[in-house]
């Protein structure tokens, strides 16, 4: 069962940047790089929202409107390990930040086709 585990959240004011990173395990007749990765995140109130992902070689990646521009996801394969590197953070960039796997070669961005979460690594921006 593949797991993944989120990390690199925290406190940062507007305009300051964070690194997150998702680890991933649980391999067993598998590879890390036959899975694409996105990122998701929920901030209170509203509805979980995708940010970006990137393919399985990592040459190929997608950002939301939201963040584009700002963030940048990379993978080191060797590693089991995609990051995404936020910059220029807003107050609305503020929520919980989650990967998720895909077992596809492509980029998705919906919920539903994703086949494992992280429990999450919590963002705040904040002055």
């Known amino acids: 069962q593949l797991q993944l585990v989120e990390s690199g959240g925290g406190l940062v004011q507007p305009g300051g940047s964070l690194r997150l990173s998702c680890v991933a395990s649980?391999?067993?007749?598998?590879?890390?790089?036959?899975?694409?990765i996105s990122w998701f995140r929920q901030a209170p109130g509203k509805e979980r929202e995708w940010v970006s992902c990137?393919?399985?070689?990592?040459?190929?990646?997608n950002y939301a409107d939201s963040v584009k521009g700002r963030s940048t996801i990379s993978r080191d394969n060797a590693k089991n390990t995609v990051y995404l590197q936020m910059d220029s953070l807003k107050p609305e960039d503020t929520g919980v930040y989650y990967c998720?796997?895909?077992?596809?070669?492509?980029?998705?961005?919906?919920?539903?086709?994703?086949?494992?979460w992280g429990k999450g690594t919590l963002v705040t921006v904040s002055s």
């Open positions: 998720a796997s895909q077992y596809s070669s492509l980029c998705l961005r919906h919920r539903i086709q994703m086949t494992n």
């Open positions: 649980g391999f067993t007749f598998d590879n890390f790089d036959n899975y694409a």
């Open positions: 990137i393919t399985r070689s990592g040459n190929n990646t």
